[in-house]
T-cell receptor, first 110, second 116 residues
Framework: QKEVEQDPGPLSVPEGAIVSLNCTYS??????FMWYRQYSRKGPELLMY????GNKEDGRFTAQVDKSSKYISLFIRDSQPSDSATYLC??????????FGGGTRVLVKP | DTEVTQTPKHLVMGMTNKKSLKCEQH?????MYWYKQKAKKPPELMFV???????INESVPSRFSPECPNSSLLNLHLHALQPEDSALYLC???????????????FGPGTRLTVL
C-alpha cells in the first residue's frame, strides 16, 4: 500500500462546476498537507498548505483536512478551463521529505 | 522574489557526455531539493541539502552528483547517463524543517533532459 493514495482521474467537469479532489494517507506522523497544481511540462505550483484539521479557504480554493480519517480534500469552485491541470497532494511529517500522491488530472470543458 | 530558476530548460545529451543542471533561488531558503519526474508520475525525491550539507540521498546512482556551492545555488552533475534517465528534473527550495514550521517547498520550472 502506498503511503499516499490519489485517484489518477482523469476528472472531466463542465466549466463552472465544483471540482472535488482527495487523497488518503496511512502514516499518522504526517502533519503538514499541501496541494500543488502542475500544468503540462511545467514545475508544480504550490496552491494551498495547512497544518491542522479543518478547512482553509483561498479564493475559489478550499482545502480540507480530516486527520482522524487520514483524508484530505481540495475543492475548486466555479471551475475555469484554465484550472485544467494535474493536481498533486503532498504530505510530510516533521522533516524535509515530501510524500506525493500520484496526481489527479483535471479537465474543465468550456 | 518567490522564484526558483533552473537552467537549461532543455538538455539533450549522449550517454558518454558530462553535463550539469543549475538551480538558483533568492528567497533565503536554506533547504534545496532535486526531484526527478517521469511522464504522468509524481515528482520523485533524489537529494536534499539542508544548510548546504547533503542530508538525504534517496539511493540515487552515482552517475548523478549533486553540489551545493552556497545557500542560493544547487547543481546536479550528470555523467554516463542511461536513456531511462530521460525525465523532467525539478529543483525546489524551502526553509529547513524545524518546530511547527510548514517549510512548504517552491518548485522551479524544471529541466527536460533527454539521453540518447
Amino acid at each position: 500500500q502506498k503511503e499516499v493514495e490519489q485517484d489518477p482521474g482523469p476528472l472531466s467537469v463542465p466549466e463552472g462546476a465544483i471540482v472535488s479532489l482527495n487523497c488518503t494517507y496511512s502514516n499518522s506522523a504526517f502533519q503538514y498537507f499541501m496541494w500543488y497544481r502542475q500544468y503540462s511540462r511545467k514545475g508544480p505550483e504550490l496552491l494551498m498548505y495547512t497544518y491542522s484539521s479543518g478547512n482553509k479557504e483561498d479564493g475559489r480554493f478550499t482545502a480540507q483536512v480530516d486527520k482522524s480519517s487520514k483524508y484530505i480534500s481540495l475543492f475548486i469552485r466555479d471551475s475555469q478551463p484554465s484550472d485544467s491541470a494535474t493536481y498533486l497532494c503532498a504530505i510530510k511529517a516533521a522533516g524535509n521529505k515530501l510524500t506525493f500522491g500520484g496526481g489527479t488530472r483535471v479537465l474543465v470543458k468550456p | 522574489d518567490t522564484e526558483v530558476t533552473q537552467t537549461p530548460k532543455h538538455l539533450v545529451m549522449g550517454m558518454t557526455n558530462k553535463k550539469s543542471l543549475k538551480c538558483e533561488q533568492h528567497m533565503g531558503h536554506r533547504a534545496m531539493y532535486w526531484y526527478k519526474q517521469k511522464a504522468k508520475k509524481p515528482p520523485e525525491l533524489m537529494f536534499v541539502y539542508s544548510y548546504e550539507k547533503l542530508s538525504i540521498n534517496e539511493s540515487v546512482p552515482s552517475r548523478f552528483s549533486p553540489e551545493c556551492p552556497n545557500s542560493s545555488l544547487l547543481n546536479l552533475h550528470l555523467h554516463a547517463l542511461q536513456p531511462e534517465d530521460s525525465a523532467l528534473y525539478l529543483c525546489a527550495s524551502s526553509q529547513p524543517a524545524g518546530g511547527t514550521r510548514m517549510n512548504e517547498q517552491f518548485f522551479g520550472p524544471g529541466t527536460r533532459l533527454t539521453v540518447l
